[in-house]
């Protein structure tokens, strides 16, 4: 069961969501490359969202949805998630900043450097095989234990419109 309205059916959610998650993100650059338009044979940009403060490019997407749980009131038990680095970095630093528990549950074949920048959010991780199945019974095994919600990392409406 997902614990999130649907935001599709409100032109003025997005907009709220718009002004809301101005407040705690940095505004990033658009760059462009010339190198990368004749390769491409066209004009390409690129949205530096790698520049947020959490280092991660889904802070969009997890600043959106912990307004979503915000809005219920955060959960006690806090967050879990399952990621190979950007989403449960970006889900641990902004979890730190509202005080709020986080588990990730990463792949054991997972970079080294994005488990560590992940531990240095102050999010516990869980390590599972490197199958999407061990990932997704890992998570539901948190849930179970700690009463902690799933804030997915691709398939929530809150992390896809943030």
């Known amino acids: 069961m997902d614990p999130y309205f ?32 004749d390769f491409a044979g066209g004009s390409l940009f690129f949205k530096c969202e790698n520049f947020q403060r959490s280092g991660a490019f889904k802070m969009r997407g997890v600043q959106n949805a912990l307004l979503e749980l915000d809005r219920a009131g955060l959960p006690a038990a806090g967050v879990v998630t399952h990621s190979s680095g950007n989403h449960g970095q970006a889900l641990g630093w902004a979890c730190a900043e509202k005080g709020l528990s986080c588990t990730v549950v ?8 994005k488990k560590r920048a992940v531990a ?24 179970r234990e700690t009463g902690a919600v799933e804030i997915h990392p691709s398939n929530q409406a809150p992390v896809i419109l943030g």
């Open 120 to 143: 240095l959010t102050g999010a516990r991780i869980v390590e599972c095989t490197p199958t999407l199945a061990a990932r997704i019974e890992a998570v539901e095994a948190v849930q």
């Open 106 to 113: 990463m792949p054991s074949n997972a970079p080294a450097f």
């Open 6 to 37: 649907d935001p599709f059916r409100d032109a003025q959610v997005l907009a709220d969501r718009y002004r809301l998650l101005g407040a705690s993100l940095h505004r990033t650059p658009v760059m462009t490359s010339r190198s990368m338009d």
